[in-house]
T-cell receptor
Framework: NAGVTQTPKFQVLKTGQSMTLQCAQD?????MSWYRQDPGMGLRLIHY???????DQGEVPNGYNVSRSTTEDFPLRLLSAAPSQTSVYFC?????????????FGPGTRLTVT | GENVEQHPSTLSVQEGDSAVIKCTYS??????FPWYKQELGKRPQLIID?????GEKKDQRIAVTLNKTAKHFSLHITETQPEDSAVYFC?????????????FGKGTHLIIQP
């Protein structure tokens, strides 16, 4: 199993541009989520999905969209990038929403918005 | 929602000494408390966790204690080694209760001095 994979590893955007961060898992996990990590702020939940076709907002959802058309993929879309979205983004998955003790993180995407 | 406070933000100890990182949580319904280690440029990795029906858990040089009454839990690392240098995050969640995202502390940068 590849586990949780993310692409790209690094990205530089200009203010106003849009892009999609990709996340995929091959463990047949129902639950997937996106976090952003900023210095001194820990990891904050952006959006999550408890299964294909079901998504919901986390703590910091503004400026981001998600969709979950398949069990494997959970892309994160930045609609109009802003410098405040400069961060490291981690995708995470676990078997089921109630199985928090089996959560796995992807390798991260470092995004810079200029 | 849940709020997790973590202290200290930076901890420097001599190699071979012990290190203790403390976290408090606000929601008495939280019942699962993982600790993650994040090396520079890497993804967070689960190192130990504890559930609310247990007061202490050990795994070789690391241990976690939980005080449900006071709503705090701690990570203890004994006989510290250079490879213990990293950022450590605590987290809390109501596992099985429908809450979906781990709430993280802001992290502790542990520095092991040779």
């Amino acid at each position: 199993n590849a586990g949780v994979t993310q692409t790209p590893k690094f990205q530089v955007l200009k203010t106003g541009q849009s892009m999609t961060l990709q996340c995929a898992q091959d463990m047949n996990h129902e639950y997937m989520s996106w976090y952003r990590q900023d210095p001194g702020m820990g990891l904050r939940l952006i959006h999550y999905s408890v299964g294909a076709g079901i998504t919901d907002q986390g703590e910091v959802p503004n400026g981001y969209n998600v969709s979950r058309s398949t069990t494997e993929d959970f892309p994160l879309r930045l609609l109009s990038a802003a410098p405040s979205q400069t961060s490291v983004y981690f995708c995470a998955s676990r078997l089921h929403r109630d199985r928090a003790y089996e959560q796995y993180f992807g390798p991260g995407t470092r995004l810079t918005v200029t | 929602g849940e709020n997790v406070e973590q202290h200290p933000s930076t901890l420097s100890v001599q190699e071979g000494d012990s290190a203790v990182i403390k976290c408090t949580y606000s929601d008495s319904a939280s019942n699962y408390f993982p600790w993650y280690k994040q090396e520079l440029g890497k993804r967070p990795q689960l190192i130990i966790d504890i559930r609310s029906n247990v007061g202490e858990k050990k795994d070789q040089r690391i241990a976690v204690t939980l005080n449900k009454t006071a709503k705090h839990f701690s990570l203890h690392i004994t006989e510290t080694q250079p490879e213990d240098s990293a950022v450590y995050f605590c987290a809390a969640i109501i596992s099985g209760g429908g809450a979906d995202g781990l709430t993280f502390g802001k992290g502790t940068h542990l520095i092991i001095q040779p």
